[in-house]
């Protein structure tokens, strides 16, 4: 019987690797992956409703069938406040007076609604006595309604027991020269008519000149 016999390399290893003369190593099988490591003290399991996971905190969770980790999904964020848009009334047509509104300690105030043009002559000055004079004077927007006896109190005449004081009304002339027209004072019975009855209506300071006033004593 022919002895059979083994070639061993120096180090003890069989020549080749092992791989047999006759057969060409780079169609050898590649050499298989070790196994994982078998951990002897796992992390416990997180119990919540669904599929079983362990955590892993650089991560995410892993569920324990399946062998590929997942991350941590992001929480949803919250929806959008919803913001209701209430627009404030735009209030009865009175509460503007030539696209103005005045508003009073959280109160509307409503306007007459028709008003004249009055312009009053400052500093007690009556033109009628000295002609061509230069002089200052105020122009307002005045209801129709008031009464003359209070446009008196308004522009800021008072009562005098030294004398009766009121206003003139002024009908210009041209040239600076300016003659006096009716005059009313307080507390008379005439003086309690409405501007707009004595003709000093919307349409002064549009079609016609405005009413021209100064202060009269009598």
């Known amino acids: ?22 057969v060409n190593p780079q169609y050898m099988n590649p ?22 996971t362990v955590p892993r905190p650089d991560f995410g969770f892993v569920p324990l069938d399946h062998p590929t980790w997942l991350p941590l999904q992001p929480a949803s964020p919250a929806p959008p406040a919803q913001v209701s848009i209430s627009r404030a009334p735009q209030g009865p047509p009175g509460a503007k007076f030539k696209g103005t509104a005045l508003n009073i300690e959280g109160k509307s105030y409503l306007f007459p609604g028709k008003h004249t043009t009055i312009h009053f002559v400052l500093d007690g000055f009556q033109p009628w006595k000295a002609p061509h004079r230069q002089f200052s004077f105020s122009a307002h927007e005045v209801p129709t309604l008031m ?32 003659q006096q027209g ?22 002064r300071g549009k079609e016609r000149k405005p009413t021209w006033v100064c202060l009269y004593t009598g």
């Open 147 to 178: 009464t003359i006896d209070e446009l008196i109190r308004q522009l800021g005449i008072s009562e005098d027991r030294a004398e009766k004081r009121g206003i003139a009304e002024l009908i210009e002339k041209g040239d600076g020269i300016w």
């Open 182 to 203: 009716g005059s009313f004072l307080l507390g008379e019975k005439r003086s309690s008519q409405t501007l707009g009855s004595l003709g000093w209506n919307e349409s």
């Open 31 to 52: 050499a298989r992956p070790p196994p994982p490591p078998v951990f002897h003290n796992p992390v416990p399991a997180v119990a919540f409703h669904g599929v079983p």
């Open 1 to 22: 019987m022919t002895p059979r016999l083994h070639y061993v390399t120096p180090d003890g290893l069989p020549p080749n690797g092992g791989v047999p003369p006759n």
